[in-house]
């Protein structure tokens, strides 16, 4: 933390610009002013269904006559929504504001995002600790920003190798950027708190911790989100998404909690109205006291299948190790051949079998680092697992012979 300065580690044009303004950042849209400054369309859009003149029409929250003007920039009530969601005072007494926000087209814009904030072209690079989510490799690559990989301690633990970024992190010139997934995806593991701090902590490096957890509401109450931490750390970036727990994946929101400057900054850089309208009424929806509810009774359900399949997999001929940890809503698991080893030759012909003649699509993950092997598995709903396992059972039959 003392090593980490935003004006020397972001990237200099970024740091000059101003975030895009509007005439209704002046004077707003709320129903008294006749709004001609943005050349919409005051007839609307060509897709209001008979009648759907009013949000209960149209859908929860939705009002479909609102859709030709463009969103709200800002979206203070939806940053404040998820603020409310992630102050819980388990890592500190302080609390995220909106200042602390700012709003992406789903998580995989957010880490594009970072990068464009942070890392110059052909010159900076990112950290990343494989196995891992490989949009962060693609973003870089597409930012022509290198990469630095040291893998995560061997499964089950999947930990971060903390002497081993910590010595990347003094000796590798030009990292700006450490992409951290907690929990992890493919290993479903949360990272240690402690070890993340040391890497806060670095005394020499100048750059920025971003912790991805796209899966946390699925976590153990052991691992809660820490998000709040950024008001603690100013070289902290937390990442979230609406895809996983929130199961609205079609809407595309991602958010990023981290200090007021880093958020100005990435407001700053982000296409105007980047938040559509519909996707933030769903949003705002979701994170009501109802949809809070029903949320957390959809993870409760997932938990129970994925329960029920850790169960029935420990009996299944040629399933072998559950690898990494229990914080996500997939589970990671080895095949073995016929001699009881994990096996990328099994594992392909399992994963190409359950897809072409079974119809159930999981994922390989055996290329992964430390994965060998191994198939990950969405827990689905109890039919859908109920079909994984009868499938998977009579696929590992048929390979292993
Ligand atoms: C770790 C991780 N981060 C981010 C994402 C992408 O999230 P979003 O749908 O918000 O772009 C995924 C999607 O699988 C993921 O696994």
């Not at 409310?84 to 709003?103: A, G, Y």
């Not at 691992?223 to 998404?241: I, K, Y």
Request: aromatic share 6%; charged share 20%.
């Amino acid at each position: 933390m003392a090593a980490f300065n935003l004006q020397t580690c972001a990237r200099p044009n970024i740091l000059t610009l101003q975030p895009y303004v509007c005439a209704r950042d002046d004077y707003k849209d709320d129903g008294t002013n006749t709004l001609l400054d943005a050349n919409e369309n005051a007839y609307g859009p060509p897709i209001a269904p008979e009648g759907a003149t009013s949000a209960e029409a149209a859908g929860p929250g939705i009002d479909l006559l609102g859709l030709h003007r463009y969103p709200d920039p800002h979206q203070i009530e939806l940053k404040q929504a998820l603020c409310n969601l992630r102050n819980t005072h388990l890592h500190t007494p302080k609390l995220l504001t909106p200042q602390n926000v700012s709003l992406g087209v789903g998580s995989d814009e957010s880490i594009d995002a970072m990068l464009r904030c942070f890392c110059r072209p052909s010159i900076d690079r990112i950290l990343v600790c494989p196995p891992t989510y490989g949009m962060y490799s693609v973003s870089a690559h597409i930012n022509d920003v290198g990469l630095v990989k040291i893998p995560l301690l061997p499964a089950p633990g999947f930990q971060i190798n903390v002497p081993a970024v910590l010595d990347a992190l003094t000796n590798e010139p030009n990292i700006k950027l450490v992409y951290l997934t907690s929990p992890g995806n493919p290993t479903g593991s949360s990272l240690s708190k402690d070890d993340i701090q040391k890497l806060l902590t670095h005394p020499t490096w100048n750059g920025v911790v971003i912790i991805d957890e796209a899966y946390v509401d699925f976590a153990s109450p052991f691992s809660p989100s820490l998000a709040e931490w950024v008001t603690e750390w100013p070289n902290l970036v937390v990442m979230q998404t609406l895809s996983k727990g929130f199961g609205l994946a079609g809407i595309r929101l991602g958010a990023i909690f981290t200090s007021p400057e880093i958020a100005l900054l990435l407001n700053s850089l982000q296409a105007p109205y980047n938040i559509p309208s519909p996707t933030a009424a769903l949003a705002t929806y979701a994170l009501s006291d109802k949809g809070l509810g029903i949320m957390r009774q959809n993870v409760e359900n997932l938990l129970k299948q994925r329960e029920r399949m850790i169960k029935a997999m420990e009996k299944i001929p040629g399933v072998g190790r559950l690898r990494g940890g229990l914080d996500s809503n997939f589970l990671l698991y080895e095949m073995l051949n016929k001699e009881g080893q994990p096996d990328n030759k099994t594992a392909l012909a399992v994963y190409e079998r359950l897809a072409e003649q079974k119809g159930v699509v999981v994922r390989f993950r055996g290329k992964e680092h430390g994965c060998e092997g191994c198939l990950r598995i969405t827990v689905g709903t109890g039919e859908e697992t109920g079909k994984f396992l009868e499938a998977v059972e009579k696929t590992l039959a048929e390979v292993r012979g």
